[in-house]
């Protein structure tokens, strides 16, 4: 494994052990709206200072883009951040959330770790060197119709300018496949494409860290990942659709008449 990479898996680890030992207290938590839909615990906050501090502990240089303390420090490796994706079912309880750290290199996924410390899944890949989950070598599916495709999912929650488009595409995908899934953390979700349990992946409106890391997995497990238009701006515009590659290749039309001029612009 990368000594980067390695570094990233302590960082997980560590933020891991900070949010189980915090789901055994629920209740007890400190729990602030950032505004409506979208919350920051202070699990959130002891995970990514936890996480940013192992990470500039063995890189000073670094920079780093957290979703909770923002852009600091180098421009040439960038680590990214989500301490706790999913902080909305982890506030209720419901087991489906995960740390997502991904280190750019000069703007390019060089690194990726996924963990879902509820389940103790560890993924992680390395640019050119595959995908892995809990050390195994991980694969897309090899599902070739959409018939039966499973696609995940995610609704927008905290913006809604994208909604009619978004609902008009799910209904598309509903139309067409196996089944939708939305369980609430995209980090999860693409870890989940890159290890085959979801054949796709097609969400709008996410910010950087919630997609780089499962990125990455997703392109390293053999999988393709674009924005609505099959282009590569998805880290800029937070719109993604990933899969295996037929499927991918498939679900691309399906959004096509519902794609608005807002959509369409990277911004």
Known sequence: MHPMLNTAVKAARKAGAIINRAANDIDRLTVQSKRPRDYVSEVDRVAEQAIIETLLDAYPGHGILAE????????????????????????????????SIALLHKGVLQHAVVYDPARNELFTASRGAGAFLNERRIRVSKQAKMDDALIGTGFPFREFQ???????????????????????????????????????????GLNTWDLAAGA????????????????????????????????????LPVFTPHLTEAIRAVE
């Open 216 to 251: 990455l997995l997703v392109l390293e497990a053999g999988g393709l990942v674009g924005d609505f238009q099959g282009n590569d701006s998805f880290l800029k515009s937070g719109h993604i659709v990933a899969g295996n590659p037929k499927i991918f290749g498939q679900m």
């Open 162 to 204: 994208h909604a009619d488009a978004y609902l008009g595409m799910f209904k598309d995908m509903m139309l067409k496949t196996a089944g939708l899934r939305r369980p609430g953390s995209a980090a999860l979700d693409l870890a989940w494409v890159a290890c085959g349990r979801y054949d796709g992946f097609f969400e709008l």
């Open 68 to 99: 909770e303390s923002g852009r600091s420090g180098g421009e040439e490796h960038v680590w990214v951040i989500d301490p706790l994706d999913g902080t909305t079912n982890f506030l209720h309880g419901l087991p489906q959330y995960a740390v």
